[in-house]
Protein backbone atom coordinates (compact mmCIF):
# COMPACT_ATOMS: atom_id res chain seq x y z
CA UNK A 1 0.00 0.00 0.00
CA UNK A 2 1.26 3.86 -0.82
CA UNK A 3 1.50 5.41 2.41
CA UNK A 4 0.80 8.97 0.39
CA UNK A 5 -2.15 10.16 -1.93
CA UNK A 6 -1.60 12.35 -4.83
CA UNK A 7 -1.47 15.95 -5.01
CA UNK A 8 -4.39 17.26 -5.79
CA UNK A 9 -5.03 18.54 -9.07
CA UNK A 10 -7.75 21.01 -10.78
CA UNK A 11 -7.78 19.38 -13.93
CA UNK A 12 -9.37 15.86 -12.59
CA UNK A 13 -12.09 13.78 -14.19
CA UNK A 14 -13.84 12.25 -11.27
CA UNK A 15 -15.21 8.68 -11.60
CA UNK A 16 -16.98 7.59 -8.55
CA UNK A 17 -18.59 4.28 -7.65
CA UNK A 18 -21.39 4.23 -4.89
CA UNK A 19 -21.73 1.81 -2.68
CA UNK A 20 -18.99 1.11 -0.37
CA UNK A 21 -16.87 3.93 -1.81
CA UNK A 22 -19.03 7.48 -1.57
CA UNK A 23 -21.96 5.47 1.02
CA UNK A 24 -21.17 2.94 3.68
CA UNK A 25 -22.90 -0.50 2.68
CA UNK A 26 -25.62 -1.67 3.87
CA UNK A 27 -27.40 -5.08 4.86
CA UNK A 28 -29.44 -4.79 1.03
CA UNK A 29 -29.59 -2.34 -1.61
CA UNK A 30 -32.60 -0.55 -0.96
CA UNK A 31 -31.33 -0.48 2.61
CA UNK A 32 -28.65 2.34 1.02
CA UNK A 33 -29.75 5.75 1.60
CA UNK A 34 -27.88 9.41 1.00
CA UNK A 35 -28.06 12.16 3.52
CA UNK A 36 -28.04 15.93 2.05
CA UNK A 37 -24.59 16.36 2.82
CA UNK A 38 -23.78 13.50 0.30
CA UNK A 39 -25.26 15.25 -2.50
CA UNK A 40 -24.17 18.20 -1.88
CA UNK A 41 -21.06 16.61 -1.79
CA UNK A 42 -21.30 15.18 -5.35
CA UNK A 43 -22.95 17.95 -6.62
CA UNK A 44 -20.18 20.80 -5.70
CA UNK A 45 -17.29 18.53 -7.68
CA UNK A 46 -19.84 18.05 -10.34
CA UNK A 47 -20.05 21.89 -10.36
CA UNK A 48 -16.31 22.50 -9.69
CA UNK A 49 -15.20 20.32 -11.84
CA UNK A 50 -17.10 21.47 -15.41
CA UNK A 51 -19.12 18.40 -15.13
CA UNK A 52 -16.16 16.69 -15.46
CA UNK A 53 -17.98 13.97 -12.86
CA UNK A 54 -19.58 10.70 -13.68
CA UNK A 55 -21.27 7.94 -11.00
CA UNK A 56 -20.15 4.40 -11.69
CA UNK A 57 -22.01 1.66 -10.08
CA UNK A 58 -23.20 -1.85 -10.08
CA UNK A 59 -26.63 -0.33 -9.64
CA UNK A 60 -29.16 0.77 -12.77
CA UNK A 61 -29.61 4.42 -13.74
CA UNK A 62 -32.97 4.27 -12.33
CA UNK A 63 -31.83 3.61 -8.94
CA UNK A 64 -28.65 5.80 -8.91
CA UNK A 65 -31.10 8.70 -9.79
CA UNK A 66 -33.76 7.39 -7.20
CA UNK A 67 -29.96 7.72 -4.58
CA UNK A 68 -29.21 11.20 -5.27
CA UNK A 69 -32.91 12.77 -6.57
CA UNK A 70 -33.60 15.78 -7.85
CA UNK A 71 -29.97 15.37 -9.02
CA UNK A 72 -28.95 13.56 -12.49
CA UNK A 73 -25.13 13.30 -12.91
CA UNK A 74 -23.20 11.54 -15.77
CA UNK A 75 -23.05 7.99 -14.61
CA UNK A 76 -22.79 4.46 -15.70
CA UNK A 77 -24.78 1.88 -14.20
CA UNK A 78 -24.53 -2.36 -13.63
CA UNK A 79 -20.95 -1.86 -14.08
CA UNK A 80 -20.98 -0.50 -17.17
CA UNK A 81 -23.59 -2.10 -19.52
CA UNK A 82 -25.60 1.35 -19.63
CA UNK A 83 -24.53 4.57 -19.73
CA UNK A 84 -25.90 8.00 -19.45
CA UNK A 85 -23.14 10.91 -21.22
CA UNK A 86 -22.78 14.24 -20.12
CA UNK A 87 -25.14 15.56 -22.78
CA UNK A 88 -28.02 13.10 -21.55
CA UNK A 89 -27.90 10.57 -23.29
CA UNK A 90 -28.51 6.99 -22.85
CA UNK A 91 -26.39 3.94 -23.94
CA UNK A 92 -27.38 0.70 -23.80
CA UNK A 93 -26.53 -2.50 -25.69
CA UNK A 94 -28.06 -4.65 -28.58
CA UNK A 95 -28.96 -6.94 -26.13
CA UNK A 96 -32.43 -8.66 -25.83
CA UNK A 97 -33.65 -8.56 -21.76
CA UNK A 98 -35.57 -11.66 -22.69
CA UNK A 99 -32.75 -13.53 -22.88
CA UNK A 100 -32.04 -12.77 -19.31
CA UNK A 101 -35.57 -12.87 -17.93
CA UNK A 102 -34.96 -17.16 -18.13
CA UNK A 103 -32.11 -16.92 -16.15
CA UNK A 104 -33.85 -14.42 -13.86
CA UNK A 105 -36.79 -17.24 -13.05
CA UNK A 106 -34.29 -19.59 -12.28
CA UNK A 107 -32.30 -17.26 -9.85
CA UNK A 108 -35.05 -15.73 -8.27
CA UNK A 109 -36.80 -19.18 -7.11
CA UNK A 110 -33.70 -20.00 -5.99
CA UNK A 111 -33.69 -16.96 -3.75
CA UNK A 112 -36.99 -17.83 -2.49
CA UNK A 113 -36.25 -21.06 -1.53
CA UNK A 114 -33.26 -20.17 1.06
CA UNK A 115 -34.02 -17.31 3.83
CA UNK A 116 -31.27 -14.37 3.70
CA UNK A 117 -30.97 -14.40 0.00
CA UNK A 118 -31.93 -11.36 -1.92
CA UNK A 119 -32.76 -11.24 -6.01
CA UNK A 120 -31.57 -7.87 -7.61
CA UNK A 121 -33.25 -7.69 -10.94
CA UNK A 122 -31.76 -4.83 -12.97
CA UNK A 123 -33.20 -4.74 -16.58
CA UNK A 124 -29.99 -5.67 -18.25
CA UNK A 125 -28.18 -7.39 -15.62
CA UNK A 126 -29.12 -9.21 -12.67
CA UNK A 127 -27.71 -9.85 -9.07
CA UNK A 128 -28.09 -12.36 -6.18
CA UNK A 129 -26.52 -10.81 -2.65
CA UNK A 130 -25.75 -13.22 0.40
CA UNK A 131 -24.68 -10.61 2.56
CA UNK A 132 -27.31 -11.97 5.22
CA UNK A 133 -26.82 -15.53 4.44
CA UNK A 134 -22.92 -15.74 4.10
CA UNK A 135 -23.02 -19.33 4.61
CA UNK A 136 -24.83 -19.88 1.27
CA UNK A 137 -21.90 -18.01 -0.83
CA UNK A 138 -20.87 -20.96 -2.62
CA UNK A 139 -24.38 -21.90 -3.42
CA UNK A 140 -25.12 -18.65 -4.90
CA UNK A 141 -22.14 -18.31 -6.85
CA UNK A 142 -23.31 -21.96 -8.19
CA UNK A 143 -27.04 -21.24 -9.37
CA UNK A 144 -25.41 -17.83 -11.21
CA UNK A 145 -22.69 -19.44 -13.13
CA UNK A 146 -25.15 -22.25 -13.95
CA UNK A 147 -27.73 -20.21 -15.37
CA UNK A 148 -25.02 -18.66 -17.20
CA UNK A 149 -23.54 -21.65 -18.92
CA UNK A 150 -27.09 -22.27 -20.05
CA UNK A 151 -27.87 -19.06 -21.66
CA UNK A 152 -24.77 -19.60 -23.60
CA UNK A 153 -22.35 -16.82 -25.18
CA UNK A 154 -23.09 -13.24 -24.50
CA UNK A 155 -23.42 -13.38 -21.08
CA UNK A 156 -21.26 -13.68 -17.95
CA UNK A 157 -20.91 -13.66 -14.13
CA UNK A 158 -19.47 -10.98 -12.55
CA UNK A 159 -18.28 -11.12 -8.88
CA UNK A 160 -18.52 -8.90 -5.66
CA UNK A 161 -18.73 -8.20 -2.50
CA UNK A 162 -21.05 -10.66 -1.10
CA UNK A 163 -22.50 -11.40 -4.84
CA UNK A 164 -22.98 -12.92 -8.26
CA UNK A 165 -24.32 -10.97 -10.81
CA UNK A 166 -24.74 -11.82 -14.36
CA UNK A 167 -24.53 -9.58 -17.42
CA UNK A 168 -24.27 -8.85 -20.70
CA UNK A 169 -20.74 -9.62 -21.80
CA UNK A 170 -18.18 -7.19 -23.32
CA UNK A 171 -18.90 -4.23 -20.55
CA UNK A 172 -17.33 -3.22 -17.72
CA UNK A 173 -16.53 -0.53 -15.96
CA UNK A 174 -13.62 0.17 -17.27
CA UNK A 175 -14.61 0.10 -20.94
CA UNK A 176 -17.33 3.34 -19.09
CA UNK A 177 -14.59 5.19 -18.09
CA UNK A 178 -12.99 4.76 -21.67
CA UNK A 179 -16.13 6.14 -23.06
CA UNK A 180 -16.72 9.27 -21.23
CA UNK A 181 -12.87 10.35 -21.15
CA UNK A 182 -13.46 10.13 -25.11
CA UNK A 183 -16.49 12.99 -24.46
CA UNK A 184 -16.42 16.51 -23.70
CA UNK A 185 -16.03 17.73 -20.73
CA UNK A 186 -13.56 14.60 -19.53
CA UNK A 187 -11.45 14.89 -22.45
CA UNK A 188 -8.53 15.98 -21.93
CA UNK A 189 -8.65 15.71 -18.06
CA UNK A 190 -6.56 13.64 -15.73
CA UNK A 191 -9.14 10.81 -14.98
CA UNK A 192 -9.48 9.72 -11.07
CA UNK A 193 -11.77 6.53 -9.68
CA UNK A 194 -12.64 5.67 -6.69
CA UNK A 195 -13.80 2.01 -6.04
CA UNK A 196 -13.75 -0.38 -3.77
CA UNK A 197 -15.24 -3.83 -5.34
CA UNK A 198 -13.90 -6.28 -7.56
CA UNK A 199 -16.43 -4.94 -10.15
CA UNK A 200 -13.76 -1.68 -9.73
CA UNK A 201 -10.38 -3.15 -10.60
CA UNK A 202 -11.23 -2.93 -14.49
CA UNK A 203 -11.61 0.74 -13.90
CA UNK A 204 -8.32 1.14 -11.59
CA UNK A 205 -6.50 -0.72 -14.63
CA UNK A 206 -7.96 1.82 -17.30
CA UNK A 207 -7.29 4.66 -14.75
CA UNK A 208 -3.74 3.99 -14.18
CA UNK A 209 -2.80 3.31 -18.01
CA UNK A 210 -4.38 6.75 -18.77
CA UNK A 211 -2.00 8.03 -16.19
CA UNK A 212 -4.55 8.88 -13.76
CA UNK A 213 -5.39 8.38 -9.91
CA UNK A 214 -7.15 5.06 -9.35
CA UNK A 215 -7.86 4.94 -5.62
CA UNK A 216 -9.16 1.90 -3.67
CA UNK A 217 -11.44 2.54 -0.76
CA UNK A 218 -10.99 -0.11 1.99
CA UNK A 219 -8.90 -3.23 2.52
CA UNK A 220 -7.97 -5.85 -0.01
CA UNK A 221 -5.64 -6.45 -2.88
CA UNK A 222 -6.14 -4.76 -5.36
CA UNK A 223 -4.31 -2.87 -8.66
CA UNK A 224 -4.90 0.62 -7.69
CA UNK A 225 -1.81 2.32 -6.39
CA UNK A 226 -3.49 4.31 -3.77
CA UNK A 227 -5.83 3.60 -1.05
CA UNK A 228 -8.47 5.46 1.57
CA UNK A 229 -9.54 3.75 4.58
CA UNK A 230 -13.47 3.71 4.14
CA UNK A 231 -16.33 5.73 2.71
CA UNK A 232 -15.80 8.43 5.29
CA UNK A 233 -12.54 8.70 4.48
CA UNK A 234 -13.27 9.00 0.69
CA UNK A 235 -15.47 11.81 1.26
CA UNK A 236 -13.46 14.04 3.74
CA UNK A 237 -10.39 13.55 0.85
CA UNK A 238 -12.97 14.86 -1.74
CA UNK A 239 -13.94 17.64 0.42
CA UNK A 240 -10.05 18.53 0.52
CA UNK A 241 -10.17 18.52 -2.81
CA UNK A 242 -12.55 21.36 -3.13
CA UNK A 243 -10.89 23.31 -0.77
CA UNK A 244 -8.04 23.22 -2.36
CA UNK A 245 -8.55 23.42 -5.87
CA UNK A 246 -12.67 24.59 -5.66
Known amino acids: MTPTLPPYGANWAFFLDIDGTL ?23 YDKADGALALVSGRS ?28 RVHRPQFGTDVLSRAAQTIRA ?29 AAHAVVREAARALGEGVEVQCGKMVAELKPAGHDKGRAIEAFMREKPFAGRLPVFLGDDLTDEHGFRVVERMGGHPLKVGPGPTAARWRLANPAAARAWLHEWLAQCG
Open 110 to 138: FAERHAGLVFEDKGYSMALHYRLAPRLAG
Open 23 to 45: LDIAATPKAVHTVRADCKLVAAL
Open 61 to 88: LGMIDELFSPLKFPAAGQHGVERRDARG
